[in-house]
């Protein structure tokens, strides 16, 4: 079936300027995940959704970083002001409510200039 | 919080040989341990994981190993092809469905 999607695949922005983030999470997960990978390092953790409960927020960097997610379905990763520091790969993630693996979409590459 | 280090951040092995890759961790409540292989261009993909009821998992040519005493884990391929050449990270967390703590990462380049 289908992965995780994501879109779009890379995008490009001046500094300063809002950004929308779209994460297609597998059919039937209740979780999702975002991460941001910056060049060269590991991933690191940024908002987690779980059904209907109050999303884990804990990795937000700053109050420039939002998500929101409806119901089971997409989510949006927003970013406000954006700063060249933003620039990286933001991947999302989804799974299943118990035990199971998270798997990944390929990526939002996002340049700040 | 959790704090995964991973080492090394390069790994050149010939074709053939075995590779090995270690990560400690910081946190003695994670009980879930995926790795992953990220090719360029694409999403990490889950290669294997271990749960902390046992010590060690195989698949194939893939292998890893835990020890929850010293809170460390490796990744161990053997009989390394070319497809293998990739970036590997290690995770933790306290479960499957929990956020994951990731390692830096390690590149592996297989040569002929």
């Known amino acids: 079936g289908a992965g995780v999607s994501q879109s779009p695949s890379n995008k490009v922005t001046e500094k300063g300027k809002d950004v929308e983030l779209r994460c297609d999470p597998i059919?039937?997960?209740?979780?999702l995940y975002w991460y941001r990978q910056r060049l060269g390092q590991g991933l690191e953790f940024l908002i987690y959704f779980q059904g209907n409960s109050a999303p884990d927020k804990s990795g937000l960097p700053s109050d420039r970083f939002s998500a929101e997610r409806t119901g089971e379905s997409v989510s949006t990763l927003t970013i406000q002001r954006t700063q060249q520091e933003d620039s990286a790969v933001y991947l999302c993630?989804?799974?299943?409510?118990?035990?199971?693996?998270?798997?990944f979409g390929p990526g939002t590459r996002l340049t700040v200039t | 919080g959790e704090n995964v280090e991973q080492h090394p951040s390069t790994l050149s092995v010939q074709e053939g040989d075995s590779a090995v890759i270690k990560c400690t961790y910081s946190?003695?409540?994670?009980?879930?341990f995926p790795w992953y292989k990220q090719e360029l261009g694409k999403g990490p993909q889950l290669i294997i994981d271990i749960r902390s009821n046992v010590g060690e998992k195989k698949d194939q040519r893939i292998a890893v190993t835990l020890n929850k005493t010293a809170k460390h884990f490796s990744l161990h391929i053997t009989e390394t092809q070319p497809e293998d050449s990739a970036v590997y990270f290690c995770?933790?967390?306290?479960?499957?469905?929990?956020?994951?703590?990731f390692g830096t990462g390690t590149r592996l380049q297989v040569t002929l």
């Open positions: 059919s039937g997960h209740t979780a």
């Open positions: 995770a933790a967390s306290i479960s499957a469905a929990s956020k994951l703590t």
């Open positions: 946190d003695s409540a994670s009980n879930y």
């Open positions: 993630a989804s799974s299943l409510v118990r035990g199971s693996e998270q798997y």
